[in-house]
């Protein structure tokens, strides 16, 4: 039976430093392609300074970095339509170009997908 509770993703790129403008280049074209298949995008966020230095919420428990992630998140109405979108974008010459960048830059060393639901 296919799920009609949404399909809330989050993902969480290793990112080389060296190559971050080439990164940037990479979310212009995923929060299209998201949005043209039917999804949201929550945007891409990079690593920023701390602001004047505040500390952890809770001490010893938090603590900052690393300053080589990524996260970017988008949701789907449900299942069937994260289905579509992937088979729909494997094909879309945008899609093709973005992953034949991260290829060729190197800008991403890895990722991890995280698939959410709201509490």
Not at 56 to 80: C, H, N, Q
């Amino acid at each position: 039976m296919p799920s009609s509770q949404a399909v809330t993703c989050q993902i969480r790129y290793t990112l080389n430093l060296a190559k971050l403008d080439a990164f940037e280049a990479y979310p212009r074209t995923w929060i299209s392609l998201i949005e043209r298949y039917g999804g949201i995008h929550h945007e891409y966020f990079i690593p920023r300074n701390n602001p004047n230095n505040v500390g952890a919420s809770f001490p010893g428990l938090g603590y900052d970095d690393p300053t080589d992630v990524a996260v970017a998140m988008f949701t789907f109405p449900d299942d069937e339509s994260y289905r579509l979108y992937r088979n729909r974008v494997a094909a879309d010459p945008e899609c093709i170009a973005a992953a034949t960048l991260v290829r060729e830059t190197g800008c991403l060393t890895r990722y991890e997908r995280l698939f959410l639901r709201p509490v």
